[in-house]
Each structure stands twice: as structure tokens, then as C-alpha cells.
């Protein structure tokens, strides 16, 4: 009888050992992150083999530098800067939920529920969950509701300086082009070593004009955006070494100074170009007044083309009439050279409202993780903007926990096992974060469990600092809506994915040839 049975637990783990493998993998990628959960979380630092040092507890960027080979790891991160490009945040919740719920489902598909009946009642029981947070959101209805603040500071990891930049930063663009879809307030953050926070109404410019001759401070700034080389029109050598080709050029290079000289008598002080600009271009600039940037990245003069209201052109719209050139120049109030950070900014553009974030970190080992807290702030006020925000502190979570166990009961059918899986997993980050903060998870899960049946709100949580219940709402602790949404559906879609993983294949270089297979261990 002992002999029949261990063939038949064997039997049981040969035929999930992919399922269980691929467990693993999620549960590992998963407890990576665990310990960065919450306003104790701690941070990881991570080493490449050159003795380059990362220090953070910024999900994604954990992710982003792990060394992970596995499809399924794969998977997970994917999911991950998925949540980070939608949102901005909140990539550390999806990444253990995520793991979590493919541990669950796997702990009932070994109980012998089917995978599709456990994977039904996961996509049953996130429906619910979302509906929910749209019922119950809070929506932020000024640019001047305090509680961005709290947002931020949250997101932010505890920075109030940061915080406090990031909504003056807000405020500063209107809610307007905050609601802009095609717009990422994150985008406008720039992180400085020694230097002061600052925010200014202007566009940052990652480039300095080309020598010391040229001006560092423009008033009125008429601004020409060329996105293109700006050089006389090239020939090659063998069509040089004609008459013909020789006038030729001699031509062009005569058009190209009169179309510089053209930019002069249009009043143009400030030319930006994306590629280089040539030594006869600087020459004529440097003499008659004008600051030139060179090289400057796509998404920076997309930025001062908006603020500016310039359009783009090519180094050939030189040539063109007058009239035609000016309707494509832009205007500035101001334009400033920081020599010793090495920028160029631009002030009160006539073109849109946009406003420029810089963070100021003493050494250079913390800035670029100054710059990510600050992306993560910035993202979160966006989100609450855009969608309102729901209770923090895992309180949402365990309201939503007990609204699935009560879907699962009322059920009383095989998909109810998926169901609670995704109880489980949703309970996970808070675990983490109770666990985090030196407290007993389960005995603070049941205390707040007792206190929202009691009181009838979803907003009761603890305090991590001296673990005493409390009203997050009522203590300032929120997350954004968006956020929460996108994270536990994000989780949901790559756990279904994962637990539908039958048989992992490793395919060959020469394709698909079914003699060119193999199945991974």
C-alpha cells in the first residue's frame, strides 16, 4: 500500500512538474521584492561584474537589473514595466501578486480542481475586484486638493521635498495637460548631482552651446529648431572633381550663408539643432550673436517645440522665403546656460504650459535613485488625477479579499477554487508590508479583518509605525485608483498565462523544424 502510493504522488508531480517548476520561478522572482513593500521596506543593492553598484527598492529597476534566463521570469518583469509605462507605479504590488496568485493556483490545481476552472474563477474574481474599485474610488476634483500631497509623498517613498516638487510642479502645468493622455508629468523630472530642487515654468535642454564665444543668457528668445544636419547640402569626392560638381558646391555653400544670414535678419538668437552643426554654420553664428546647440535628443526638442510653439525643419528650409521661415520659429521669454551643470534651460515659452522638475542629490550614487522616487511620485499624482484614489496601507486589499471569499461561497461551484486564489494573492502585499514593519501578518490580518466587519468601511489598516488600527483615509494614506486597478489586473494576466503553461519548449536557431526541438527540464 506505502509502495502504491508514492508511485502515485510521483506519478502526480511528473505530471505537473512543468506547473510546479514554473511555481518556483514566479515565487522566487516574487520574494525578491518582497522586502522593499511599504513605508519599511528596505532597499537591495545589486553588483554587476564590473563593481557597478544599484542600490533601490524600486520594483521594475530590480527587475530591469536581474540576471534571469527563465521564459516564465521573463514573463514576470514584462508584466512589470508593462504596469511601469501604463502608470508609473506600483510595479512592486503587481510583481507579488502576481506570484502569489500563481502559487495559489497551483496549491488548488494540485488539489485536483482543473487549471481551466481555477484560471476561470481568477478572471471572475478580477472582474469583481475592478468593478469594485470604480464603485468605491474618491475622485480628485482640484490641482489644489491636499491630498496630492499625501499621494506623492507615499509613492515617493517618504521624500516630502520631493513630494512637495513634484505637486508645485503639478500645480504649475494645470490639470488640463495633466489629463492629457499623451502626456507623462514624470517625463519632466531631471535629477542633478550637487545641486537644490527646483521647479521652473520652461523646458531643460541636456546640452550646452558650442563654444565659450557664443551667448549664455538670451532675453526674448526667438528660437529656430532644425531637425536635421545644418551644413551645406554634401557631394561626394568623385563629382568634386568635376567643373560641374565643383560649382555646384560652391553654390550650395553660397545658399547655405545666405540662408544663415536670412536667420539673422529675422532676429533668430537661439538655433537647436538634433544632429551637428558644421564649422562654417558656428563660425557665422558665433559672429553675428547667436546661441547654437548641437545633438540635442528628439524627445528634448519635442518638449521645446510644444513650450515654444516652433515647428521643426529641415536645414533646406533655410532657402525658403521669409515669411514661410518665420511662421516656423518659436519664442521664449528667457534662455539660460548652467554652465556648471552642464544644461540649457528655457523659461516662459509662448508656445504650451509646460514646467521642468530638477532634483537635487548630494552625491552621484543617489541620484539616479532620487530620480526614480520622484518619477514615482509624480506618476501617482497623474494617476489620482486621472482616476481617484482608494484607501492605502493593503487596507483596499483585505475589503477586497472579503468581498471574494463571499463571491466564492455564494458560488458553490469548482471556480470558486480560483476565487480564492486570488483572495490569497490579493492579501500577499500586505503581509509583506505588516511582516516589513516588525509586526505578526496574521495577527494584524485578523484585527483589521474584525474592525472593517465592524465598523462597515474599507478603510481600516494599521499603522506602521506603532501598529494600532486606524482610518487610512482619515490619516492621509492613499493609493491612486488607477494604480491599484492596473496592478491586479496586470498580475491576473500573466498568473492565467503562467498557469496555462502545459509543456515548455526550447526551440532551436533553425526554427520550428519539429526534428529541431527540445523540451526544457
Request: zero cysteines.
Given at each position: 500500500?506505502?509502495?502504491?502510493?508514492?508511485?502515485?504522488?510521483?506519478?502526480?508531480?511528473?505530471?505537473?512538474?512543468?506547473?510546479?517548476?514554473?511555481?518556483?520561478?514566479?515565487?522566487?522572482?516574487?520574494?525578491?521584492?518582497?522586502?522593499?513593500?511599504?513605508?519599511?521596506?528596505l532597499d537591495i543593492m545589486m553588483v554587476d561584474r564590473f563593481g557597478d553598484v544599484v542600490v533601490t527598492n524600486d520594483g521594475v529597476t530590480i527587475l530591469k537589473y536581474m540576471d534571469v534566463t527563465h521564459p516564465v521570469a521573463q514573463m514576470i518583469i514584462n508584466a512589470a514595466r508593462a504596469q511601469q509605462v501604463e502608470v508609473g507605479d506600483g510595479t512592486t504590488t503587481a510583481t507579488i501578486i502576481a506570484g502569489a496568485l500563481v502559487t495559489e493556483g497551483t496549491a488548488q490545481v494540485l488539489k485536483g480542481v482543473p487549471v481551466t476552472r481555477v484560471i476561470e474563477g481568477i478572471n471572475r474574481g478580477i472582474e469583481v475586484v475592478l468593478n469594485k474599485i470604480g464603485e468605491t474610488s474618491l475622485k480628485i476634483e482640484s490641482i489644489e486638493d491636499e491630498r496630492l500631497f499625501n499621494i506623492a509623498n507615499i509613492a515617493g517613498r517618504q521624500q516630502q521635498d520631493l513630494a512637495g516638487l513634484v505637486v508645485e510642479g503639478a500645480r504649475l502645468i494645470g490639470i488640463d495637460k495633466l489629463l492629457d493622455v499623451d502626456f507623462k508629468l514624470a517625463d519632466t523630472i531631471n535629477a542633478r548631482e550637487g545641486t537644490e530642487n527646483k521647479v521652473f515654468k520652461g523646458v531643460l535642454l541636456n546640452k550646452q552651446p558650442l563654444n565659450k564665444e557664443m551667448p549664455a543668457f538670451i532675453e526674448d528668445a526667438v528660437i529656430l529648431v532644425v531637425d536635421d544636419d545644418l551644413r551645406p547640402e554634401d557631394l561626394d569626392r568623385e563629382a568634386m572633381k568635376t567643373e560641374s560638381g565643383f560649382q555646384y558646391y560652391m553654390q550650395a555653400r553660397q545658399q547655405y550663408e545666405e540662408g544663415l544670414t536670412q536667420l539673422i535678419q529675422l532676429g533668430v538668437n537661439l538655433v537647436v539643432a538634433d544632429r551637428s552643426i558644421d564649422s562654417l554654420g558656428e563660425e557665422i553664428l558665433t559672429e553675428a550673436g547667436i546661441m547654437a546647440l548641437q545633438r540635442v535628443s528628439s524627445r528634448e526638442l519635442e518638449k521645446l517645440c510644444q513650450h515654444s510653439g516652433a515647428r521643426k525643419v529641415k536645414a533646406s528650409a533655410l532657402n525658403r522665403s521669409v515669411e514661410t521661415l518665420k511662421s516656423c520659429l518659436g519664442y521664449a521669454q528667457m534662455v539660460k546656460v548652467d554652465e556648471k551643470l552642464k544644461h540649457t534651460c528655457i523659461y516662459g515659452g509662448k508656445g504650451e504650459n509646460l514646467a521642468t522638475l530638477i532634483v537635487g542629490a548630494s552625491t552621484g550614487e543617489v541620484v539616479d535613485e532620487r530620480e526614480r522616487m520622484a518619477r514615482d511620485a509624480a506618476s501617482a499624482v497623474q494617476a489620482a488625477l486621472r482616476g481617484g484614489i482608494v484607501p492605502g496601507g493593503g487596507a483596499l486589499e483585505i475589503w477586497l479579499a472579503g468581498k471574494l471569499e463571499q463571491l466564492a461561497r455564494e458560488a458553490g461551484e469548482m471556480s470558486s477554487y480560483g476565487v480564492l486564489a486570488l483572495r490569497e494573492a490579493l492579501l500577499k502585499p500586505f503581509t509583506c508590508m505588516a511582516g516589513n514593519s516588525g509586526f505578526n501578518p496574521l495577527e494584524k490580518l485578523g484585527n483589521i479583518i474584525a474592525a472593517q466587519k465592524k465598523t462597515n468601511k474599507n478603510s481600516i489598516s494599521f499603522d506602521a509605525n506603532s501598529g494600532k488600527l486606524i482610518d487610512v483615509l482619515e490619516s492621509g494614506i492613499f493609493d491612486p485608483a488607477p494604480v491599484k486597478r492596473y496592478a491586479i489586473k496586470t498580475a491576473g494576466e500573466v498568473a492565467v498565462a503562467i498557469l496555462r503553461i502545459n509543456t515548455v519548449i526550447k526551440m532551436k536557431n533553425d526554427g520550428l523544424d519539429p526534428d529541431n526541438i527540445d523540451i526544457m527540464e
Open positions: 500500500m506505502p509502495d502504491k502510493l508514492l508511485a502515485g504522488n510521483q506519478e502526480k508531480d511528473d505530471k505537473f512538474q512543468t506547473l510546479l517548476t514554473n511555481t518556483s520561478v514566479a515565487r522566487i522572482i516574487s520574494s525578491t521584492v518582497e522586502g522593499t513593500i511599504g513605508p519599511r521596506g
